[in-house]
């Protein structure tokens, strides 16, 4: 993992998007991954420019707290990255993740090709049918639109405190 909070991909990285409730345990997660090489916290999926935290929460944006993923698919594969996805969070709660109540902390998958598409689709059909959760996977599958980063003090903002996870 580089240090770099801007996941401005390489030539041969790719890039992906995931929102999984609050933002902060979630980049964690991806940055505890071999083979992701840069994270970025910030709000995608709704109509209000470069957004601020205060707008998002606030729910009048649309956005979803998302983290924006670079990765280098020689080490890890776009499958693994929707894996941890899945393990990281509850999809089958709409809009809602612990505590967090809002269309912010919604589940969503922001794909930025046609091969992440099918993928994410088919890993949520896998996953609905073995029966994992007691639920419908309510886990949007969009395309992905303008990335806004959040404010630099969100940008890991539990490593920046000694922590691993926000301890949900």
């Not at 991954?33 to 470069?50: F, K, N, S």
């Amino acid at each position: 993992m580089t240090d770099s909070a801007n996941p401005e991909t390489a030539a041969n990285h790719k890039k992906a998007t995931f929102a999984a409730g609050c933002f902060w345990g979630v980049e964690a997660a991806f940055r505890k991954i071999d083979g992701v090489v840069a994270t970025a916290v910030g709000y995608i999926g709704g109509t209000v420019p470069d957004a601020t935290y205060k707008q998002v929460c606030a729910g009048g944006t649309g956005h979803a707290e998302a983290v924006e993923v670079a990765f280098d698919p020689d080490k890890v594969s776009y499958d693994d990255l929707l894996e941890s996805f899945w393990t990281i969070h509850n999809p089958t709660t709409k809009n809602r993740q612990g505590p967090d109540v809002g269309s912010q902390y919604r589940s969503a998958i922001f794909y930025h090709d046609d091969d992440q598409r099918e993928s994410a689709l088919a890993s949520r059909d896998v996953l609905q049918g073995a029966g994992r959760f007691s639920g419908d996977i309510v886990t949007e599958i969009v395309p992905a639109g303008p990335f806004y980063p959040a404010e630099e003090y969100h940008q890991q903002y539990l490593e920046k405190r000694g922590q691993s996870s926000c301890g949900i």
